[in-house]
T-cell receptor, first 112, second 118 residues
Framework: AQKVTQAQTEISVVEKEDVTLDCVYETRDTTYYLFWYKQPPSGELVFLIRRNSFDEQNEISGRYSWNFQKSTSSFNFTITASQVVDSAVYFCALDNTDKLIFGTGTRLQVFP | GAVVSQHPSRVICKSGTSVKIECRSLDFQATTMFWYRQFPKQSLMLMATSNEGSKATYEQGVEKDKFLINHASLTLSTLTVTSAHPEDSSFYIC??????????????FGPGTRLTVL
């Protein structure tokens, strides 16, 4: 069975703090893709990153970084020096058959 | 690049009427488009997968006759909610895949349509 678990329902931090959003996935397939999307209050899902199962290199993009650990089936997302504009719901998703399976999302609130 | 639009962004209708939602890929051709439904503070639920020129594939539990999907061109898919009822009120989001080999499985999402049925 395919499943994505985002155990953190809601996280609140103060601006400039670092925050890590957890994502754990389940799949029996060896080839799959993992994604992170951001959904601000406006509702649109913004694509952040796509990672294939054969690429375990961590990635950094500005204040964002991702840690992919196949051994623990985790694909965690860290925001460094958080800003108020980072406030949103963040979804982790798994794709192996052209269908995205979403986690339940983590609502991040960054206070000034 | 990879911009997806949806129209309308918000619609309010009376119970029993039909509502059409358009999803367009603005700067790329999308052979596959997807329709999702999202209830407040919940995750996205895939309703159907739409391929250009063929019938949509619906997920289990989604009524085909109630949620009509048409993917007439490589840049346009429409979702029609027929005989809408208050329980159909929700946030509907479409997405599209570019077909670009470097990002084949990446879905780019539209801004969503909030449907309220009175």
């Amino acid at each position: 069975a395919q499943k994505v678990t985002q155990a953190q329902t809601e996280i609140s931090v103060v601006e400039k703090e670092d925050v890590t959003l957890d994502c754990v996935y389940e799949t029996r397939d060896t080839t799959y893709y993992l994604f992170w999307y951001k959904q601000p209050p406006s509702g649109e899902l913004v694509f952040l990153i796509r990672r294939n199962s054969f690429d375990e290199q961590n990635e950094i993009s500005g204040r964002y970084s991702w840690n992919f650990q196949k051994s623990t089936s985790s694909f965690n997302f860290t925001i460094t020096a958080s800003q108020v504009v980072d406030s949103a719901v963040y979804f982790c998703a798994l794709d192996n058959t052209d269908k995205l399976i979403f986690g339940t999302g983590t609502r991040l609130q960054v206070f000034p | 690049g990879a911009v997806v639009s949806q129209h309308p962004s918000r619609v309010i209708c009376k119970s029993g009427t039909s509502v059409k939602i358009e999803c367009r890929s603005l700067d790329f051709q999308a052979t596959t488009m997807f329709w999702y439904r999202q209830f407040p503070k919940q995750s996205l639920m895939l309703m159907a997968t739409s391929n250009e020129g063929s019938k949509a594939t619906y997920e289990q539990g989604v009524e085909k006759d109630k949620f009509l999907i048409n993917h007439a061109s490589l840049t346009l898919s429409t979702l029609t909610v027929t005989s809408a009822h208050p329980e159909d009120s929700s946030f509907y989001i479409c997405s599209a895949q570019t077909g670009d080999p470097s990002s084949t499985d990446t879905q780019y999402f539209g801004p969503g349509t909030r449907l309220t049925v009175l």
